[in-house]
């Protein structure tokens, strides 16, 4: 008797909790926020868990309805500056084969998703100074030419606002780039002593002055990651206002320094998009291919957690494995363009349609 008060005792806070959030879009002030954000990530109410999910994809429905988002992901290159330490494209990797796009190679991956039906391209590469800022605004300016109704994203890292400006002009819509952690300690027990928080931020602020529809996010479960590291991302993203925010679990690549760490957990995945979402009610939100990485069904699961989109990849199939962020990356089936009949199914039976449309922040 005395578990059952205690349990619904704390139903009755959490779903507290949640209907605060759902009218303030934030937590109480202090450290009363932090436990109210540590009750949601821990608790194992199966009810107010149920409830969280339930308010966080109302909120999405009642904002973007029952349609999901496609975006045509083209991983163009795989050569990167940068040495983080989870990346398994980073610089001093040389356990996996480079390669690049050409132009023409990048045009022919939009030209096959504008067939299925994507009507926005995602460019994502590392930071490979092999593309400089006229090859960008090249291809920028042809993907706008040839598909004038589309959107294109960028997802090349940090660069210069002049570099940033002019992709804007030359076409570019939005841009990701995941901020990783919103906690100084923390980032540099994951990036080189070269790279800066800082920097990031500020690269972030120059996007959303400029005009882009700007995106940030972070890896679930990285190594060093507590609960007041994540809880200070949630107000970072609360205060940046996101347009769109990139979230998945981070899964470990065997060939970095971080290759034997822990992965994240779909269960805390989930659990943080549903906050998020009931945060930052109009964001674009990912039910990312790491989610589909760790479960079957994650892509689905995320998606009644309270994401709106889904990337699957346009690459060339021959490339498609060596785009090794981490280990064990799917990038067939449901993954891949060519599975967009599958995809949609499997959206059908969550209630969910896909549709041909931009997917613009709302």
């Known amino acids: 008797m005395n578990s059952e008060k205690t349990e619904g005792n704390e139903r009755q806070i959490l779903i507290e909790i949640i209907d605060k959030l759902c009218v303030e879009h934030m937590f109480k002030k202090g450290r009363e926020g932090e436990k109210e954000f540590e009750m949601l990530l821990t608790t194992q109410n199966e ?100 598909y004038p109704d589309c959107a294109v994203t960028l997802s090349i890292g940090e660069k210069s606002r002049e570099s940033y400006q002019a992709f804007f002009d030359a076409g570019a819509d939005r841009y990701l780039l995941r901020h990783e952690t919103a906690n100084e300690e923390h980032y540099k027990k994951l990036h080189p002593s070269e790279m800066s928080l800082a920097n990031r931020k500020q690269c972030l602020s120059q996007l959303k002055e400029i005009g882009y529809q700007a995106g940030c996010g972070f890896m679930v479960g990285s190594p060093y990651q507590t609960m007041q590291t994540l809880y200070e991302d949630l107000i970072f993203m609360r205060e940046f206002q996101p347009h769109m925010v990139g979230i998945g679990p981070f899964i470990p690549q065997k060939d970095t320094p971080f290759g034997e760490q822990k992965a994240g957990t779909l ?96």
């Open 47 to 146: 009810d107010g868990l149920r409830y969280l999910k339930r308010k966080a994809r109302e909120t999405a429905d009642r904002i973007y309805g029952k349609i999901i988002y496609i975006r045509g992901l083209i991983e163009f290159t795989n050569y990167c500056k940068n040495n983080c330490f989870y990346c398994g494209i980073r610089k001093d990797n040389n356990r996996i084969q480079r390669y690049r796009l050409s132009h023409d190679q990048i045009l022919e991956c939009c030209h096959k998703g504008y067939e299925f039906g994507f009507r926005t391209f995602v460019l994502q590469g590392g930071e490979d100074a092999y593309f400089t800022d006229d090859k960008i605004c090249s291809i920028l300016s042809d993907i706008k030419s040839n």
């Open 267 to 362: 269960d805390r995945t989930l659990r943080l998009l549903s906050i998020i979402r009931l945060m930052n009610p109009h964001v674009l939100l990912p039910a990312t291919t790491a989610l589909g990485t760790i479960h079957s069904r994650g892509r689905e699961l995320g998606i009644t957690a309270g994401a709106n989109v889904v990337m699957p990849n346009l690459s060339p199939a021959k490339v498609r494995d060596n785009y090794k962020l981490y280990d064990n990356k799917i990038y067939t089936g449901v993954e891949a363009a060519e599975g967009i009949t599958e995809l949609s199914n499997k959206m059908s039976e969550i209630g969910y349609q896909i549709v041909t449309d931009r997917g613009d922040f709302r």
